[in-house]
């Protein structure tokens, strides 16, 4: 069936015009100070120029937040339903989140670059040596299901500002002292209304361009080449072509051993291992929990509020939280396929120190760790990892449904 579907589905060649072209669309605000230049990933030179709007961008994050303790502080005592305060909650806990992934972004931003462009230059070496005809569907897939979000998400919020502007997330909610209930328009004129759609557009772009650049291209990405060059190590038939990339010429000169030996293709497994610890150190503390818990959070909230008050608020909205609701849903299939670098590394390993071969490269193997990427509280992502992560999600929304 599969098979069936890449013959009437023409996949594109490779993974790299896709990366760069989200990272283009995503980054359209400029506030992740990384550019592309020849199909490689730079750091920005930090000046005003550059800073200004990841600045403008933690203000508006620290605007909202804010407006969202105020709206709490206000109406802590008044009698709401459950849902009204758990959305307006949410809204509060997204600006925190992407606050937290902003900061992190211009710490970690020279290791994601390295990692990417380590994953571009491996990219490239494969398919130069024959072992890429086509990039996986699923990474096909899961990039339209982030464009298609990034389209779609914005106008929402910016039109449900201008027809309900008295209604979370759009901000107008939490800060209008007029608004009598979410359904009014708070006396608001339409210029207002205009301008406050024009901030929510812009606000939610920079959500999504935090959220996209941080699970699509140093997330995702990765794990897509650690998975071809384990598939490049099964068949065990790869060869070396001497490179000017500097970052696989430094793996050639200190792997003279293998190419002697006759397991030249081994020097693969030292550039996964260097995939890896370049994919960890992107991800290091307090990345990944925080985006783990953001996940799981987006995922209990949006479907908290499409059970308990699908008929009572505006459709826009509602089409919001179907679409976090799905896109959370596929963080779960993204969450199973970042274990398999791990159960296939481990399967390699266990095959080649069983192979019938030299002492030297079983006692190689053995030094050999699998491809973990950690997690940040001494796990890593297992074939378990998946259902796990969903279970608390589950948990959560049940709590939240008996309150």
Known sequence: MGSIILDLIKLP???IPLVLGIHKISNCTKIISITVVAKTFQLSKNNWQTLFPTLVALFLT??????SLNWFRTNFLV?????KFVLVAYTGFLYGVITV???HYERVRKEAVI????????ELKLMRDGVIHHVNLYFVLFGALVISTI???PVAISLAALIR???PPVISSLIIQSCKDWGHDGDSGLIMRFAVGILQYYCWLIILGVVVNGVYIPFLYPIEIKLLILNFLKSRNGTLIQTSNKFLDEFYRTQQNFQKSGHRHLVWYRILQLVSTNHNNAWTQPSMPVGIGG???AETVSLYILVTSHDQIPFLVLLIFIIIAVDCMCMYVVFKIASYPYTKSCQFIEFMKTKDGTKWIKRFMSSCPPSRLTMGDGTFFDRLTAFVVWKKSMDFLITLLLM
């Open 79 to 83: 009698p709401l339903p459950t849902w």
């Open 165 to 167: 502007p008295c209604t």
């Open 115 to 122: 990692l990417v462009n380590s994953c571009i230059h491996a």
């Open 151 to 153: 389209a779609v998400v």
């Open 13 to 15: 060649a490779s993974n």
């Open 295 to 297: 996940i799981v959070v």
């Open 62 to 67: 620290t605007v909202h937040i804010a407006a």
């Open 101 to 103: 992934g902003l900061f």
